[in-house]
C-alpha cells in the first residue's frame, strides 16, 4: 500500500536492550524525520535526513542512532533504551523543504 | 487511544461556533507554517498551510492567518463540529537549516460540546 508505515506498532523492551523502530514510505521522499512525543509535550524532533545517506540531530538526538541507506527507510535505533524513552514515535516524510509532511501512525515504546 | 498532551492548553466550543486556535512561532526567518489535527491515537494529519509572502489563506472550513511582525499563526474552524475534537499543531520551517527541519509547537486541545 502506498503511504508511511511504521513498525512494529507497540514495543516493551527492557532496560538497556536495543531497539529498533522501523519507517517505511512508498512516495519516494526526499525528507524523512523522527519525532517523539510525551505527555506534557508536543512533537520533539529526533533527528532527521534530507536525502539517502544525508542526516542531521534535532532538538532530542541524545541515545538514538538513525541511518538511510536506502530512500524510502529510515530506522531508529536506541543504542541502550532507558525508560525516559518511554514514549509515543511518529515517522514523517515529504518531498521537498517547503511541502507538507505526511506522517506515520505512530510507535509506542515502553522501556521497563 | 494513546492521551497525548493532558497538560495542553484546552478550548472549549459548543457546536456551531467557530473555533479560533493560536500559535505563536520561535524563529522570524521561517518562510513556510503548517496546521495539523491529531486525533487520539493517530499521527498528526495536515489542514492547511502557508508561505510567508501570504498574510491569509482558506480551506475547506478552515482559515490561517499569518502574522509576522508578532510572529504569530492562527487557525480558525467555522462551524465547529465533535469530529473536530483533536489536539492542534502548527509546525514551522526554520530558515537557519535550509528550510528541511519542521519544528512544532506545543499544541492545543480542542474540545467540541453537542
Known amino acids: 500500500d502506498a503511504g508511511i508505515t511504521q513498525s512494529p506498532r507497540y514495543k516493551i523492551t527492557e532496560t538497556g536492550r536495543q531497539v529498533t523502530l522501523m519507517c517505511h514510505q512508498t512516495?519516494?521522499?526526499?525528507?524523512m524525520f523522527w519525532y517523539r512525543q510525551d505527555l506534557g509535550h508536543g512533537l520533539r524532533l529526533i533527528y532527521y535526513s534530507a536525502a539517502a545517506d544525508i542526516t542531521d540531530k534535532g532538538e532530542v538526538p541524545d541515545g538514538y542512532v538513525v541511518s538511510r541507506s536506502k530512500t524510502e527507510n529510515f530506522p531508529l535505533t536506541l543504542e541502550s533504551a532507558t525508560r525516559s524513552q518511554t514514549s509515543v514515535y511518529f515517522c514523517a516524510s515529504r518531498h521537498g523543504p517547503n511541502t507538507e509532511a505526511f506522517f506515520g501512525q505512530g510507535t509506542r515504546l515502553t522501556v521497563v | 487511544g494513546e492521551s497525548v498532551g493532558l497538560h495542553l492548553p484546552t478550548l472549549s466550543v459548543q457546536e456551531g461556533d467557530n473555533s479560533i486556535i493560536n500559535c505563536a512561532y520561535s524563529n522570524s526567518a521561517s518562510d513556510y507554517f503548517i496546521w495539523y489535527k491529531q486525533e487520539s491515537g493517530k499521527g498528526p494529519q495536515f489542514i492547511i498551510d502557508i508561505r510567508s509572502n501570504m498574510d491569509k489563506r482558506q480551506g475547506q472550513r478552515v482559515t490561517v492567518l499569518l502574522n509576522k511582525t508578532v510572529k504569530h499563526l492562527s487557525l480558525q474552524i467555522a462551524a465547529t463540529q465533535p469530529g473536530d475534537s483533536a489536539v492542534y499543531f502548527c509546525a514551522e520551517n526554520p530558515m537557519n537549516t535550509g528550510f528541511q527541519k519542521l519544528v512544532f509547537g506545543t499544541g492545543t486541545r480542542l474540545l467540541v460540546s453537542p
Open positions: 512516495w519516494s521522499h526526499s525528507y
